[in-house]
């Protein structure tokens, strides 16, 4: 049977690495169909959909919607419009596969998740680095045999970042951490490093705190270092793993895992030879998300997964001093 997918928003990250990703799942079986793609820019819309594949294009999503019945949509939008498309989609009931963050605060993304167990719509959040290779492997590793995990720290850097609100890129490092852990948190503390002559939005953040399970988290977010680089290490009790995930700088095309037993390293692992949408993770996440929705499996993260990042991306950005406390109950922020 044919497995119709539309997309939403042709912009910048859908040309950078999505669109591959769609091409080369729907090469790797021909029963499915890129039906059609979407984007406010008609020429964008239809450029897009020369390069990757998708048959038709529209300015309307709409009517996309509802002439190419699709059985999935993609949404690519910038993140202060994400919210109200995802929303249009799931109250169609359409399965949804939508780039992060899935709204800009715990209202946002709470409305979605009401409206997704409404109409019962499998829905995933793009949070790539969780099918990362270099990722999956770390976490093979860490189910393995790393327990308890002592810690998970987490290390964003970044140069010349002229975002106005870097809070929507920082959600990864937060993610990210989680994901190491395997564990939601518990209590987050956040400090912020002002420097002279940069915007507060790009200025330095630490998060540390704990997680459900005991796991000390440290999270250090620099937008405006001097290179590009995303790094982590977790510790075991005489167990740890490093890991690359992204650079040194920009230019760096492979990530580079270790792990040490007794101040010996046991194993190397490098994600060299992968293509980009294949290392970054989003050839893997796209076709879980597919196979998912196909096989009637729920796909993974769900917008409920993803309440602790958003809250924290908020307080990131309101740059919030406060512990943020999840132990007591749904909806801390009330
Ligand atoms: N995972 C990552 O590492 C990563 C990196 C960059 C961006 N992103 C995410 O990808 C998403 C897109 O970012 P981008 O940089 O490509 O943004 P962008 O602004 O380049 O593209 C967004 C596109 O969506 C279109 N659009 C908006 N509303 C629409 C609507 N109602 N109907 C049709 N089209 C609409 C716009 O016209 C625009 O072309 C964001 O959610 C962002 O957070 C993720």
Redesign the pocket.
């Known amino acids: 049977m044919c497995f119709k997918i539309c997309l939403?928003?042709?912009?910048?990250?859908?040309s950078q690495v999505h669109g591959a990703a769609h091409l080369n799942y729907a090469n790797s079986d021909p029963s499915v169909e890129l039906s059609a793609c979407?984007?406010?820019?008609g020429e964008?819309a239809k450029a897009f959909g020369a390069r990757f594949g998708y048959r038709r294009y529209y300015?309307d999503?709409e009517a996309m919607m509802d002439r190419e019945l699709p059985d999935a949509v993609i949404v690519?939008?910038?993140?202060q419009?994400?919210a109200?498309?995802a929303s249009a989609v799931l109250r169609r009931g359409i399965p949804i596969f939508l780039?992060?963050?899935p709204g800009m605060n715990l209202k946002e993304i709470d409305d979605l998740i009401t409206i997704a167990a409404e109409y019962m719509v499998p829905n995933q959040v793009?949070f790539?680095r969780r099918y990362m290779p270099l990722m999956l492997r770390a976490r093979d590793i860490i189910e393995e045999g790393i327990y308890p995990i002592q810690q998970v720290n987490y290390s964003m850097i970044r140069y010349a970042r002229d975002d106005p609100d870097f809070s929507?890129?920082s959600i990864?490092a937060i993610d990210a951490a989680m994901f190491l852990a395997g564990s939601t948190y518990r209590k987050m503390n956040l400090h912020f490093e002002v420097l002279e002559g940069v915007e507060a939005s790009r200025s330095n953040v630490s998060l540390y705190g704990e997680c459900e399970s005991g796991t000390s988290i440290n999270i250090n977010i620099q937008p405006m270092a001097g290179y590009l680089s995303e790094s982590f290490s977790v510790h075991g009790v005489g167990v740890s793993l490093l890991g690359e995930v992204l650079g040194p700088g920009i230019k760096a095309n492979a990530g580079r895992l270790e792990h040490w037993v007794g101040d010996e390293i046991v194993g190397v692992y490098s994600d060299k030879g992968h293509t980009k949408s294949s290392r970054?993770g989003i050839d893997g996440e796209f076709a879980a998300f597919c196979d998912a929705v196909r096989s009637g499996a729920m796909p993974t993260p769900s917008l409920e997964d993803c309440r602790h990042q958003i809250r924290l991306m908020e307080a990131v950005r309101n740059r919030e001093c406060d512990v943020i406390d999840f132990s007591n109950s749904h909806t801390e922020t009330a």
């Open positions: 939403i928003g042709c912009g910048d990250f859908a979407c984007d406010l820019n964008l300015t999503m690519l939008v910038m993140p419009a994400t109200r498309v780039e992060k963050p793009a790539n929507v890129t990864h970054t």
